[in-house]
C-alpha cells in the first residue's frame, strides 16, 4: 500500500526550530516531486514548498521563505521540512503531498495524515 | 490567481445531490483543476483531477465539470460518508502559483 507519514510535529516556542519528515513506503519517493502543504486551525489550505525529483529545482512560498528548508534523502524514501525562526501563524498542521505530475497528472495525488506543529509561548 | 469557493456551507440529507462551485480569478486550464475532500484526522483524498478525471478509487457519484474560469463539482446521491470539506485546486508551475486552493465549501447534514 502506498503511504506518506508525516512525524516531527509539537509545541515550541516563537524563534524556535522543528524539523518535519515525511516518510514514504509502497513506492519510489524519486520519481515524484514532493510538497508541504499546511492547514492553520480553522483555515484552508496553504501550499508552503515543493521540490523536484532530483532536488534540481526548490520553490517556496513567500510567507515561509528564508526560514524554511526542504530537502529529501530519495534513498532512505524521506522528505524533510526544517522550520527555523517559527512564528504563531506557522502554527497548522502540515502535510506531505505527493505530486505525480511527471506521470500527466497535475494534482497532488497521496497525502500523509498531517503533523501538528504548535508554536505558543 | 484566486479561486473563490462557493457556497461556504451547504446543509443537504444523504441522497440528495449537491453542487459544488469554484471560481477562479483569471481563465486555468481544464488539466489544472482538482478536487478534494477533507475531513478531520484523515489525510485529504484526490477526487477530481484535469477538471472531470475521477481518482484511482473514487465512486462515480462523484463528478468535476467546468472550464475557463468556472468549475463545478457534483455528488449526484450524498452518501453519509460525503459529509466532508471540499476543496477546489489549481495546479501552477511556480511561485507564487505553485499550488493554490480555494477556501472550501463544508457539506453538512441537513
Known amino acids: 500500500e502506498e503511504q506518506l507519514v508525516e512525524s516531527g510535529g509539537g509545541l515550541v516556542k516563537p524563534g524556535g526550530s522543528l524539523r518535519l519528515s515525511c516518510a514514504a513506503s509502497?513506492?519510489?519517493?524519486?520519481?515524484?516531486?514532493m510538497n508541504w502543504i499546511r492547514q492553520a486551525p480553522g483555515k484552508g489550505l496553504e501550499w508552503v514548498s515543493s521540490?523536484?525529483?532530483?532536488?534540481?529545482?526548490?520553490y517556496y512560498a513567500d510567507s515561509v521563505s528564508g526560514r524554511f528548508t526542504i530537502s529529501r534523502d530519495n534513498a532512505q524514501n524521506s522528505l524533510f521540512l526544517q522550520m527555523d525562526s517559527l512564528r504563531a501563524e506557522d502554527t497548522a498542521v502540515y502535510y506531505c503531498?505527493?505530486?505525480?505530475?511527471?506521470?500527466?497528472?497535475?494534482?497532488?495525488?497521496?497525502w500523509g495524515q498531517g503533523t501538528l506543529v504548535t508554536v505558543s509561548s | 490567481i484566486v479561486l473563490t469557493q462557493s457556497p461556504g456551507t451547504l446543509s443537504l440529507s444523504p441522497g440528495e445531490r449537491a453542487t459544488l462551485s469554484c471560481r477562479a480569478s483569471l481563465s486555468i486550464g481544464g488539466a489544472y483543476l482538482a478536487w478534494y475532500q477533507l475531513k478531520p484526522g484523515q489525510a485529504p483524498r484526490l477526487l477530481i483531477y484535469g477538471t472531470s478525471s475521477r481518482a484511482t478509487g473514487i465512486p462515480d457519484r462523484f463528478s468535476g465539470s467546468g472550464s475557463g474560469t468556472d468549475f463545478t463539482l457534483t455528488i449526484s446521491r450524498l452518501e453519509a460518508e460525503d459529509f466532508a470539506v471540499y476543496y477546489c485546486h489549481h495546479y501552477g508551475t511556480s511561485p507564487p502559483e505553485r499550488l493554490t486552493f480555494g477556501g472550501g465549501t463544508k457539506v453538512e447534514i441537513k
Open positions: 503531498a505527493r505530486d505525480p505530475s511527471y506521470f500527466g497528472v497535475f494534482a497532488p495525488d497521496r
Open positions: 521540490i523536484s525529483g532530483s532536488s534540481g529545482y526548490i
Open positions: 509502497g513506492f519510489p519517493l524519486s520519481p515524484y516531486t
